[in-house]
């Protein structure tokens, strides 16, 4: 073979060894940051930025969550950060994702999900369309997942949780021999519940509705709350406040609780600090979450506290009486009572619906039972919803879409007046 024929034949060779060749190492994952709350039409700030191995300039795309990709942005020096803006049409819960590219054609990885709650409408729901039926037990705790397709309701005197789906309100699963089963909630991702027991927190695969593991190591539990990320735990059983890895089961932190009396637990959205309430004495105590150390205590303000909610942007807690018709306002930060509300009814018990501009007090005089409806704007109210025959037990959808109340022999499904 001559050299010629030689040259032509390891030519394409060496233009393929050079095109890899250029390849550069692909960019570090995105930091990827947004609002966790948006309305229909609201434009949501998010902010990216990713670090290039080489130095090479980055550029960014976005998985908007409803099957919708964004272009590529412009080129920006790697590492600097990127801010784009991105609205929604229908509510739901949307995951957005980041992926960064260099200049050598190099792709990241996806980035972690952002997950935006997309709610449907700024008003509350009032209108009862649908009702489940229970044939026996109390309803002690609802509560829907983040993804808002399951609803998990948890019967106290009958140990058993019922899974329900919200496409059709129809019973999808039972969990049974559930020791006492009282507090629910889940993790961001919606992969997982975690019920509370007397003596455990039994931990739920939501793809099954099945029991995969359990956290022991305390007794007579009244509430638990899990930090953003969904690795720490926080259980608040007797006078204690415990912190958990849900990996591991080991207690990473412990200190003593506000009280004998403990009864409610608040997790800050902001990931900061955990709110673990005495009921007896109104004695609140904010709880690092990084490592279950106390941040300070304070007073709810008002003569027996009985029930606790966060407000708007939370910024504020809200504190019901189980000793007179009061509602009081703390800033959540300081723990300094700002405004004390004397109310016409005694408030049983006190929700946050999503996004917390409006909370739902509920009250029970007699033969009436309604909802009073907070502004926590401007700490007015904003409106009643009436009621029959209801426990005052809330969970509402995390889109606003709608929300549920237990009643005499059933669970009411809360919806918006049709236009």
């Given at each position: 073979m001559n050299r010629l024929k030689q040259a032509a034949l390891?030519?394409?060779?060496?233009?393929?060894?050079?095109?890899?060749?250029?390849?550069?190492?692909?960019?570090?994952?995105?930091?990827?940051?947004?609002?966790g709350w948006a309305d229909v039409g609201e434009e949501c700030e998010f902010v990216v930025s990713a670090t290039d191995p080489d130095g090479d300039d980055v550029c960014f795309r976005f998985d908007w969550g409803n099957g919708d990709t964004s272009d590529w942005?412009?080129?920006?020096?790697?590492?600097?950060?990127?801010?784009?803006?991105?609205?929604?049409?229908?509510?739901?819960?949307?995951e957005v994702r980041a992926q960064a590219e260099d200049g050598t054609g190099s792709v990241s990885?996806?980035?972690?999900?952002?997950?935006?709650?997309?709610?449907?409408?700024?008003?509350?729901?009032?209108v009862v369309v649908d009702t489940v039926e229970l044939e026996d037990g109390e309803v002690r705790r609802m509560c829907v997942?983040?993804?808002?397709?399951?609803?998990?309701?948890?019967?106290?005197?009958?140990?058993?949780?019922?899974?329900?789906?919200?496409?059709?309100?129809?019973?999808?699963?039972?969990?049974?021999?559930?020791?006492?089963?009282?507090?629910i909630l889940f993790s961001p991702d919606a992969g997982r519940a975690y019920l509370l027991c007397y003596s455990a927190v039994l931990v739920v695969e939501t793809g099954s509705h099945t029991v995969v593991d359990s956290i022991t190591g305390f007794w007579d539990a009244e509430a638990i709350g899990l930090s953003c990320d969904g690795q720490g735990l926080f259980i608040l059983a007797y006078d204690s406040i415990y912190r958990v890895d849900v990996t591991t089961h080991a207690v990473t932190g412990k200190c003593a609780g506000p009280g004998y009396y403990s009864g409610q637990l608040l997790v800050h959205p902001g990931g900061e600090l955990v709110y673990a309430m005495d009921t007896e004495n109104g004695r609140v105590r904010a709880v690092r979450v990084s490592d279950c150390s106390v941040?300070?205590?304070?007073?709810?303000g008002i003569p027996a506290a009985y029930d606790m909610a966060l407000g708007r942007e939370a910024?504020?807690?809200y504190f019901?009486?189980?000793?007179?018709?009061?509602?009081?306002?703390?800033?959540?930060?300081?723990?300094?009572?700002?405004?004390?509300?004397?109310?016409?009814?005694?408030?049983?018990?006190?929700?946050?619906?999503?996004?917390?501009?409006?909370?739902?007090?509920?009250?029970?005089?007699?033969?009436?039972?309604?909802?009073?409806?907070?502004?926590?704007?401007?700490?007015?109210l904003a409106g009643t919803v009436d009621f029959e025959d209801i426990g005052g037990v809330f969970a509402f959808r995390p889109d606003g879409s709608g929300?549920?109340?237990?009643?005499?022999?059933?669970?009411?499904?809360?919806?918006?007046p049709e236009e």
């Open positions: 390891l030519l394409p060779v060496l233009v393929l060894l050079a095109a890899v060749g250029c390849r550069s190492p692909k960019p570090g994952d995105p930091v990827f940051a947004g609002p942005t412009v080129f920006v020096l790697s590492g600097v950060q990127v801010t784009v803006r991105h609205f929604w049409l229908e509510p739901g819960s949307y990885s996806w980035s972690d999900a952002v997950r935006v709650n997309v709610l449907a409408a700024p008003g509350y729901p009032t997942s983040p993804d808002g397709r399951w609803l998990y309701v948890s019967l106290w005197e009958c140990d058993t949780v019922l899974v329900f789906s919200t496409s059709d309100n129809s019973l999808a699963a039972t969990i049974g021999q559930v020791d006492s089963p009282s507090d941040a300070f205590d304070f007073s709810a910024s504020r807690l019901t009486s189980g000793a007179a018709p009061y509602l009081s306002s703390v800033v959540a930060a300081t723990g300094v009572v700002d405004e004390l509300m004397p109310m016409d009814d005694w408030i049983e018990s006190i929700v946050a619906l999503p996004r917390a501009r409006h909370l739902f007090l509920f009250t029970e005089e007699y033969d009436h039972e309604h909802a009073l409806v907070m502004d926590t704007d401007n700490n007015s929300g549920y109340v237990d009643c005499w022999d059933g669970i009411l499904v809360l919806g918006f």
